[in-house]
Each structure stands twice: as C-alpha cells, then as structure tokens.
C-alpha cells in the first residue's frame, strides 16, 4: 500500500522533510480516464482550436472586405484562444509525460507554475473583454448607428480599446498571480506492497504542488478570477436583449424599395446574430469553471465540504474541458452563423489555390506569354456597401 503524507516546504526548501504517515491510495495516479482524456481529447481540441483560429487569422487578413472594426476584435480573441490553447494544454501534457503523479509540478518549478498559470489568466481575462467590446460595438452599431459612426466605429478608438483590455488582463493576472508563489510538496514512499504496475516508480518519491502564499489568497484569487466573468455576463444579456430588440423593430421598418439598404441591414443583422450566439456558446462553455471555483472557495471560506472527491475530479475534469472547447469552437460558429464569413473562407481558399497554381504555370514558361493569358490579374471589385475587396481570376 502507498503511505501519503503531506507536509508545506518553504518555498524553495526541500531539505530535511519529515514525512506523517497517513492512508494513501491509487488515487495520487493518473487512471484510464485521465490518460485517455489528455492523450486524446485535449490533442484533438487542440489541433481543432489552431487550425480555426490560424485559418480564421488568414482569412481575416487575405480578404479586404472582412478587415472590419467587429473583426479587429474577434483577431484578438483568437490569438487569445491560441495562447491558452497552446499554453493550458501543453502544460497538462507535459505533466503526464514527466511524471504518473497527477498533482506533480516538479517539473516546471515554482518559477514554471508562475509563468504559465500567469499567461492563462491574462489570456482569460482578455478574451471575457473583447467578447464584451464586440458585443458593445454591434450594440451601438444596430441601436445607436449615428454614435457608431463618429465614434464607436473608429478604427483608432477601436485599437486603444483592444490595447486596454489587454492592459487590464494583464494587470488582473499580476494581482491573483500570488497564488502560484508558493509550494506544498507531499512525501510518498512504499511498505510492503506497491499499487500495480508501480513497483518501481519512485522509491522515495515527492510530489511538487504550487499553492498560494496563504490560503486566504488562493480564495481571494478565485473570486477575482470570477466576478469579471459574471459582471461580464449580465452586461453581455443586457446588450443582447436590446440587440434583439433592435433587430425585431427593423424587421418591420425597413424600407423595402432600396434593395441597397436592405442588403446591408442584412449583413449586419447577420454579424450581430452571430455576435449573440458566440457570446453565449463563450457563457456556456466557461459557466461550469466558474462556478466551480464559486463552490471550492465556499467550501475553503466555511471549511464546510460539499462535493465528493469523485463528484470533485469529474466536475472539475469536465469543466477544463469546456474551457478548452470555448477556445477553439468560435471559428466554427463564425461558419455556421454567418454567409458571409463562409464567403469570405471560400474566397482567401480559392485565392490562394489560384495563386499557387498560377505561379507554378508562370515558373514553366519561356516566357513567351508575356501577353496576359496565363498571368494573375487582380480585379478590385466594389460591394453594395462600399467596400473593396480582391479577386484573384
């Protein structure tokens, strides 16, 4: 049987441990469903997350007419999505492959724990704040459109906005930063017998946790991490609620003799919608994390325990899950909200095809057709809205 004792280091010191003896079991281990979870699952919604956001990122930047003031934010979101896809998951791999504990951090060290708890905060926080600022911006776009275009539509005002909430993210994350400064470490050795198939894994073992430098701190961490996301909640279904409202109005008033006018209402209709449905899918997806750190620290608040370990480990198994999910689910919301946006996909595609077909059949020439046939002409073509944007033919 594994005896399991606990007991704080200092910090940085590891020496001269004494270890309580106390009942241990299997459950220090990664089991079938953990392995299962971070070999398969977490790799697929990885590779799904950087191929939507990249893709999204190209597209946004190859087609004119999607290099919108909506679109500088759902950029930004996406490279957001990227870094803590990239950083959360890559963590919980390289944890199982270093270690069978489940709690080991080891091998990232205290300064590890720091920076990489610190970059999935910041990018936590930001994401909540521009999904927020697109949300304001299709707002003022469909309910106040005469403010929208002097102001709010302005593509300055619209980088300072993006610049301050990554400011703010970041500043956020230095704040609740403590609570990866300190480090509990646990003493792990073995009697008579071992758990299967660990016999030989760690004679005298220790396993590594980064902690907050007081308990007190890691709660107050998890109720800032928390209310923006609340905050932003309930601001974000007020915003809908009038969008909607908005939208239902128009539906009735607009003026079906100027087919111009109705097309662009559709477009932008369209976008809003599609602002309201990722904004939601975002709420869902990131609900069942916070409120489960709401419940961890009641219970380290009252010292009252309600959850089981097993309801604890699925719970909170299943609510990283839904973190990761968000992060790579928006470019497909994008697609199946937007004709637009589907549009937009198809065109960077074929231009791109295009391009690479065209350069290799003007590479093979003698150069004796010089005359056009076979050489990419750019066409700049002008939508019902005014704006251009490139064809490749």
């Keep these: 049987m594994t005896s399991l004792s606990t007991t704080v280091a200092s910090n940085d010191t590891m020496t001269d441990m004494k270890c309580i003896d106390s009942m241990g079991s299997d459950s220090v281990y990664y089991d079938k469903v953990d ?7 977490m790799p697929a919604i990885l590779v799904v997350g950087i191929m939507g956001n990249v893709t999204f990122l190209v ?25 803590f896809l990239v950083v959360a998951i890559g963590e919980k791999l390289w944890r199982l492959l270093s270690s069978p504990y489940v709690d080991d951090q080891s091998m990232m060290g205290q300064v590890g724990c720091i920076v990489v708890y610190f970059i999935t905060d910041m990018t936590f926080f930001s994401s909540v704040f521009l999904v927020t600022l697109a949300a304001v911006e299709r707002f003022y776009a469909i309910c106040r459109p005469l403010k929208h275009r002097l102001k709010i539509g302005a593509k300055e005002r619209t980088v300072r906005l993006i610049t301050s909430a990554w400011l703010v ?4 994350s230095i704040l609740i930063s403590p609570s990866n400064w300190g480090n509990v470490s646990y003493c792990l050795w073995w009697n008579s017998t071992t758990p299967s198939g660990h016999s030989e894994l760690y004679q005298e073992g220790q396993i590594f946790k980064c902690t907050g430098i007081t308990p007190w701190y890691t709660s107050f961490a998890s109720l800032v991490q928390t209310l923006p996301f609340f905050a932003a909640f309930i601001a974000n279904c007020i915003i809908y609620y009038n969008i909607i409202n908005s939208l239902n109005h128009r539906v009735g008033t607009t003026d079906r003799h100027r087919p111009t006018n109705v097309k662009n209402l559709r477009i932008r209709n369209q976008v809003a919608r599609m602002l309201i449905v990722n904004g939601l899918v975002f709420f869902v997806c990131l609900a069942p994390f916070e409120i489960f750190s709401l419940v961890i620290t009641g ?3 009252s010292n009252v325990h309600v959850l089981s370990q097993e309801l604890f480990n699925s719970w909170g198994q299943f609510a990283r ?4 999910v968000n992060s790579a689910v928006n470019p497909i919301v994008y697609n199946l909200m937007s004709k637009r946006y589907r549009q937009a996909y198809c065109d960077a595609l074929k231009c791109n095809v295009r391009r690479k077909l065209l350069f290799r059949t003007n590479s093979g020439e003698s150069g004796s057709n010089k005359t056009g046939r076979n050489m990419t002409v ?16």
């Design 378 to 393: 750019t066409h700049q073509l002008t939508t019902p809205t005014g704006n251009l944007y490139t064809t490749c033919t």
């Design 299 to 301: 219970e380290t608040v």
């Design 321 to 324: 899950l839904m973190l990761y």
């Design 59 to 83: 597209v946004v930047t190859l087609v004119q007419r999607m290099r919108t003031i909506t679109n500088l934010y759902l950029q930004s979101l996406a490279i957001s999505d990227l870094i």
């Design 169 to 172: 993210a970041f500043l956020l």
């Design 35 to 41: 392995k299962i979870i971070i070999t398969l699952i």
